[in-house]
């Protein structure tokens, strides 16, 4: 399984940027996604993930300013970041989870930097 994460830069705050992850080397579908994020020197966190459903979750720190989609005919999962804070900078990580198929990995990441 491999996963490819971009969309990643530098932006100001109040700016946007939109995250993509494209799987390959499984059935997609049967793959709960999510997002998480690691800042230096603390610990990674899940910032937002879709099941297989189409349900979705959020941290209530990313609330009203993010949101998780995916396409299961292009195999890919999307984190749209609104209203940026310098808070948010992190490196951003892409990890897709399957119970069915016993599979948890993750992507490479990419790094997500707000200035103020």
């Known amino acids: 399984v491999q996963l490819q994460a971009s969309g990643g830069g530098l932006v100001q705050a109040g700016g946007s940027l939109r995250l993509s992850c494209v799987v390959s080397?499984?059935?997609?579908?049967?793959?709960?996604m999510g997002w998480y994020r690691q800042a230096p020197g603390k610990q990674r966190e899940l910032v937002a993930s879709?099941?297989?459903?189409?349900?979705?979750t959020y941290a209530d720190s990313v609330k009203g300013r993010f949101t998780i989609s995916r396409d299961n005919a292009e195999s890919t999962v999307w984190l749209q970041m609104n209203s940026l804070e310098p808070e948010d900078t992190a490196v951003y990580y892409c990890?897709?989870?399957?119970?069915?198929?016993?599979?948890?990995?993750w992507g490479q990441g990419t790094q997500v930097t707000v200035s103020s």
């Open positions: 080397g499984t059935i997609f579908s049967l793959h709960d």
């Open positions: 990890n897709a989870r399957s119970l069915r198929l016993k599979l948890d990995s």
């Open positions: 879709i099941f297989n459903s189409g349900r979705t």
